[in-house]
């Protein structure tokens, strides 16, 4: 395996009126909140002198709004493999309510009714991870809760079934990198401080 010099900051969005009441949202097109807003703002301090080559986000608004407060929508990619697990018949319900339909039920075991499976979420983020892998430096990326818990998974070649061991707020920064010639997670559920 080649040396991984290249890190990604992988972000979550700023807080909206569902996620702050664990409703599950994919599709549903929220903006943030006030709490969301001033979240996201930090961002930009904590971006304000790291050099991005590329910046990836998902087309939903609270991730756009979420990188356009960190001041990094100039020349953003938008990428639809980047939007939330999409959750079908469970949209807009919190975990315990799923649990009343489908007892003891994983996101990242059993997908959703009528929405996505693990292996299909699985393939999206793997064709953002080639993307990102095939760019000569850094790399910010701007998307949703699970896709993030997803993407940290398979950035380190794990099947996405362990995404629920990565406990995700909103707006932090998780870095993923290497640790020698490895993929590593570098931070990770981190509040806004500026590291990279």
Known sequence: MKHLK?????IRHGETAWSQNGRHT???DLPLTQKGVDEASLLHKAFS???FKQVFCSPLKRAQETCKLAGLSDNVIIDSDLVE???GDFEGLTTPQIEEQVPDWDLFLDGCIGGESPQNVSDRVDRVIKKIQDIDGNVAVFAHGHISRAFATRWINLPIQNGHMFVLDTATLNVLGAYHDDPAIVKWNAKIDGYL
């Open 85 to 87: 697990w999409n959750y």
């Open 49 to 51: 002198d790291i050099d």
């Open 26 to 28: 994919s599709f549903t």
């Open 6 to 10: 290249q890190k990604v900051a992988l």
